[in-house]
T-cell receptor, first 109, second 114 residues
Framework: EDKVVQSPLSLVVHEGDTVTLNCSYE??????LLWYKQEKKAPTFLFML????IEKKSGRLSSILDKKELFSILNITATQTGDSAVYLC?????????FGTGTSLTVIP | DSGVTQTPKHLITATGQRVTLRCSPR?????VYWYQQSLDQGLQFLIQ???????AKGNILERFSAQQFPDLHSELNLSSLELGDSALYFC?????????????FGPGTRLTVL
């Protein structure tokens, strides 16, 4: 059965800390892995990682994909209170999208 | 604001009823995706349409159906509603229909079944 597992379920850090969010997957046909940020509204796209693009960076956020070990990490450096959200990982198999349950990040001032 | 619009924002109805959720994609986007987000199941992919044709199908119940119209807006029909159908329903759109297209999510329709 295809599945995506995220860890930890929740995380509380102080402003300025660096956090690492994990996403592991088991799917029969991998096309891409996506990271989304969800505050109290719709998910917003962060990164897409594919076989040809296994590392992405945008400002304080970065992500890598390990296709051999079937996982991805999302790093956030110098966290800010505005980073507080649920971070979702999803895998696209070409005919389905599988989402993890998300990691809830709370950044304390 | 992603440019994807969904109506209504909130919907309260009774078990056994039928409802229709509407989604208008961003200008120029040909694909529409429907998702269900509930507290116990997380975000689940339901179905994708590309330029009027069904492209991919996820965990969509037989009581649910969707379509995409020539003007590219989409509707999700939910019938014989059950308490467990209470959830946030998101629509997303993308330019193309492939795996490398970024999806932009609408604000969602919150459905409450009493």
């Amino acid at each position: 059965e295809d599945k995506v597992v995220q860890s930890p379920l929740s995380l509380v850090v102080h402003e300025g800390d660096t956090v690492t969010l994990n996403c592991s997957y088991e799917v029969t046909n991998f096309r891409s892995l996506l990271w989304y940020k969800q505050e109290k509204k719709a998910p917003t796209f962060l990164f897409m990682l594919t076989s040809s693009g296994i590392e992405k960076k945008s400002g304080r956020l970065s992500s890598i994909l390990d296709k051999k070990e079937l996982f991805s990490i999302l790093n956030i450096t110098a966290t800010q209170t505005g980073d507080s959200a649920v971070y979702l990982c999803a895998v696209d198999t070409g005919n389905q999208f599988y989402f993890g349950t998300g990691t809830s990040l709370t950044v304390i001032p | 604001d992603s440019g994807v619009t969904q109506t209504p924002k909130h919907l309260i109805t009774a078990t056994g009823q039928r409802v229709t959720l509407r989604c208008s994609p961003r200008s120029g986007d040909l694909s529409v995706y429907w998702y269900q987000q509930s507290l116990d199941q997380g975000l689940q992919f339901l179905i994708q349409y590309y330029n009027g044709e069904e492209r991919a199908k996820g965990n969509i119940l037989e009581r649910f159906s969707a379509q995409q119209f020539p003007d590219l807006h989409s509707e999700l029909n939910l019938s014989s509603l059950e308490l467990g159908d209470s959830a946030l329903y998101f629509c997303a759109s993308s330019v193309g229909g492939g795996s490398l297209d970024t999806q932009y999510f609408g604000p969602g329709t919150r459905l409450t079944v009493l």
